[in-house]
């Protein structure tokens, strides 16, 4: 008798946020889900900060993506209660607010620029002065010139989220398995070992390497933007900022258990995760403009990750050929991100388009055949 081997309904490329949660939500669904995550290619779900920050995120020219980091960002505190209770774990998430401030008078006219823009979008975001600022956050420098506060803004700890979405996956059901998926097509997936697997669809979800693998690299235009963070600790009653606290050039995140996280360097190095002097002096140092206290912070660490980015800054999620769909290009947002990628993805897993996401196909990167 010949062995059975077992073709699941879906294979998943990719482990860290955006694959998990899709693994998770699928499995849920009733379907039989293979995973596939690849040690050599570390998730950069591990590495992000934590901000789920739409407001003092958006920029100019991204009013659609804004408007995707708005749904997902609603949909955050649902998605939490349910993966709470899937996975069992904190997950250190906080709806803390963020407090984006002026060091000087330059940062200050730029900081009303912003808010203009803000409020053109109807977005809540209010005006403070530098005292004000002072008042609700104590240790900014005192020469804060102004800040925007942005009260809707929430963090999430995302090593803990990552681990919970797989946690849960697995537990719904889904098979993880390790290798290094170097071919996608309809119905399958290669890996660099030979090996083929089949199953009735694909969701490829492998963030800043979707753009290595072949089948896919020639319609999904990912590249990686290097992001490092400085890792600081406080000893217990140390004064903190309880908000996400914003530079126009860095950004701190503290944690309910006294983490401080300092980001972020914005770099185009390929596939280099180097952690270098220059980034930790450059953070530290914008850092200690905004919160001068942070040199009284145990040093913890570095580390570096690699953003999945595209031409236009927005995502892509959507069939790019029959029974092969990908999720991929989320760059700065990706952790924001997650509740409304795994939704739009288990709608077109079903054959449904998820109205919110039907801009963010790949189509929108096709050149147009020149005549002649
Ligand atoms: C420094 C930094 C700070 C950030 N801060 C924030 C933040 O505050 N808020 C926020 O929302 N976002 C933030 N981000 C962005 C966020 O981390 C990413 O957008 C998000 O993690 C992308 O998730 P992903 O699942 O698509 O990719 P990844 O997390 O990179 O996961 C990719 C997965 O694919 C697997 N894989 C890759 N290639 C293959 C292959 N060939 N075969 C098999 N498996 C493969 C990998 O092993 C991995 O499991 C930050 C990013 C960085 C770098």
Not at 98 to 124: K, P
Not at 160 to 185: C, I, N
Not at 305 to 311: M, N
């Amino acid at each position: 008798m010949g062995r059975l081997v077992r073709s699941p309904d879906i294979t998943i490329v990719g482990a860290g946020a955006i694959g998990a949660a899709c693994a998770w939500q699928l499995a849920q669904a009733g379907l039989d889900v293979t995973m596939i995550g690849d040690a050599s290619a570390p998730a950069a779900s591990s590495v992000a900060a934590g901000m789920l920050a739409p407001v003092t995120e958006a920029e100019f020219g991204e009013e659609a993506l804004l408007k995707l980091n708005l749904v997902s960002s609603e949909l955050y505190p649902g998605f939490i209660e349910e993966l709470n209770d899937a996975a069992g774990v904190d997950l250190g998430y906080r709806r803390c607010g963020t407090l984006m401030v002026a060091r000087d008078s330059d940062d200050n006219r730029v900081l009303e620029q912003i808010h203009a823009f803000q409020r053109r979008l109807g977005l809540a975001a209010q005006r403070l002065s530098g005292r004000a600022a002072r008042e609700l956050e104590p240790v900014l420098a005192p020469r804060t010139r102004g800040a925007i506060l942005v009260e809707d803004d929430h963090q999430i700890d995302p090593s803990a989220f990552v681990d919970a979405l797989r946690r849960a996956a697995v537990a719904a059901g889904v098979e993880e398995r390790v290798g290094h998926v170097v071919e996608v097509g309809r119905g399958f997936v290669r890996l660099e070992d030979g090996t083929t697997l089949s199953s009735g669809k694909v969701v490829v979800a492998a963030g800043s390497y979707t753009g290595t693998i072949r089948g896919i690299a020639e319609m999904v235009p990912v590249r990686p933007v290097k992001g490092q963070l400085v890792h600081l600790r406080a000893r217990r009653g140390a004064l903190l900022p309880t908000r996400n606290i914003r530079g126009l050039d860095v950004y701190v995140v503290t944690r309910a258990d006294g983490r401080v996280v300092v980001g972020a360097s914005v770099e185009e190095q390929g596939f280099d995760v180097t952690r270098t002097a220059g980034a930790v002096h450059d953070l530290l140092r914008e850092a200690y403009a905004i919160l001068p206290g942070i040199t009284e912070l145990e040093f913890v660490g570095v580390t570096a990750g690699l953003r999945p980015a595209t031409p236009d800054n927005a995502p892509v999620i959507g069939e790019i050929a029959p029974d092969v769909i990908v999720a991929t290009g989320h760059y700065r947002n990706g952790i924001l991100l997650t509740p409304i990628t795994a939704r739009a993805v288990a709608a077109l897993v079903d054959g449904r388009s998820d109205e919110v996401v039907a801009s963010f196909g790949a189509q929108r990167f096709a050149t147009e055949g020149v005549a002649g």
